[in-house]
């Protein structure tokens, strides 16, 4: 059983970096043909691709997010994470990592962490 959790802060400033980390536990994240993505979702909006992190270390971003995201991975921990540089309100959200088949079905997912971006 894979078992995926987000840690961060809950709150961030406007203009400054969103860190968050997946832990995972139960299967490595180079386990071949693994893929683990951040996604998130809005108050009132659906789910958000932001990037992932592929078995191999290869990481893929949504266009729309890709000048301000960096997803790295630390395998020695077994975590992968993400940051989300210039945040504004508009990046309020839940956040949650998962892993994905590689085929675009995602089988585990972390519980979500609530960020959000205020003063």
């Known amino acids: 059983q894979v078992q995926l959790q987000e840690s961060g802060p809950g709150l961030v400033k406007p203009s400054q970096t969103l860190s968050l980390t997946c832990t995972v536990s139960?299967?490595?994240?180079?386990?071949?043909?693994?893929?683990w993505p951040w996604i998130r979702q809005p108050p009132g909006k659906g789910l958000e691709w932001i990037g992932d992190i592929n078995y191999s270390g290869s990481t893929y971003y949504n266009p729309s997010l890709r000048s301000r995201t960096s997803i790295s991975r630390d395998t020695s921990k077994n975590q992968f994470t993400l940051q989300l540089s210039s945040v504004t309100p508009e990046d309020t959200a839940v956040y949650y990592c998962a892993r994905d088949t590689g085929n675009g079905y995602i089988d585990y997912w972390g519980q979500g962490t609530q960020v959000t971006v205020s003063s």
């Open positions: 139960g299967g490595s994240i180079t386990t071949n043909y693994y893929y």
